[in-house]
């Protein structure tokens, strides 16, 4: 038991509303900038999961592309979605489906994070001077706002107001 959160519907707007802005350059702009021999290379995660998939690595091309764009953009569209039915009429709604799917949202936040972990040990352990190097980009660092802003969007989020819509 814990009392109800202020300001819950505005705080989860904004924090929700600067994920989706941060959303668009987490996917435009690079991720990891590579250096071998002299030759630099930048990838973007949507170029990241081209590059597993011409190489054959189907799985990890299809865990990277289900943590870094489906379900960050899942999360936001089920968050929306919440948001937006805390400000319908009751007529027609489904509290139960909609206090799983809050759930499974908070839940499933965490994984988002496994490209930001991926290039933080790539850079701690690829570190060759002259030969290679591997640097994160600015789009790690929108990419990891993002998978924070919405982890925080969700946990401001008080599931109540779901059921409060419900009882009128």
């Given at each position: ?167 009128r």
């Amino acid at each position: 038991m814990h009392s109800r959160l202020p300001h819950s519907v505005a705080r989860t707007w904004a924090l929700l509303l600067a994920s989706m802005i941060l959303y668009v350059p987490a996917n435009v702009y690079p991720v990891m900038k590579n250096t071998y021999l002299g030759a630099e290379s930048s990838n973007t995660i949507l170029s990241g999961v081209v590059l597993f998939l011409k190489e054959g690595d189907w799985l990890l091309a299809f865990v990277i592309f289900t943590a870094s764009i489906v379900v960050p953009l899942l999360k936001m569209c089920s968050l929306l979605y919440l948001l937006m039915n805390v400000h319908r009429p009751p007529v027609a709604r489904r509290a139960r489906q909609q206090t799983v799917l809050y759930r499974v949202t908070e839940l499933v936040g965490r994984w988002s994070m496994v490209d930001v972990f991926v290039i933080g040990i790539l850079t701690a352990l690829v570190q060759m001077g002259a030969i290679s190097t591997v640097e994160p980009g600015i789009g790690a660092m929108a990419f990891g706002a993002v998978v924070v802003l919405t982890m925080l969007a969700a946990i401001s989020f008080d599931p109540r107001l779901i059921w409060d819509q419900e009882e009128r």
